[in-house]
């Protein structure tokens, strides 16, 4: 069994970039040799007017290049999102308890650097010195929930 994260969105191709960037992932080529997804879907029989505009042009999926994390696919939908996430992705860079707080803050303030020059927005930063814990809940493009921790 393989497993596919789907998520709904009004901009795969916006969505494609931040989480290819935010997780490390590239994005998926089309498959069978052609040119672009377009191509693909018109071999695989889908009629061009199932097709939103632009659909096919650009990759919807993104591929972790060492084969080990899921595919996910950005499937544009009509609606905007309305309420919380009932799941979101922990992005783990600090590393787990077993480094040093202060090397785990670095790390994931670096990431968040770098997510939000991609695009996120950061929620709030949870801070307990006490506990040895660290994170920051941050939004992508589309307002969509996650943490890097």
Sequence with gaps: MTVQLTIDCSDPQKMVTFWAEALNYVLEPPPGGHATWRAHWAAAGVPEAELPPGAGDT?????????????????????????????????????????????????????????VKAGATVLRITDGPDTGFYAVAMHDPEGNEFDVV
């Design 59 to 115: 990759p919807e999926s993104i591929i972790d290049p060492a084969g080990r994390g899921p595919r996910v696919w950005f499937q544009q939908v009509p609606e905007p999102k309305v309420a919380k996430n009932r799941w979101h992705f922990d992005l783990k860079v600090g590393g787990g308890p077993d480094v040093p707080l202060d090397v785990r803050v670095q790390r994931v303030k670096t990431t968040v650097e770098r997510l």
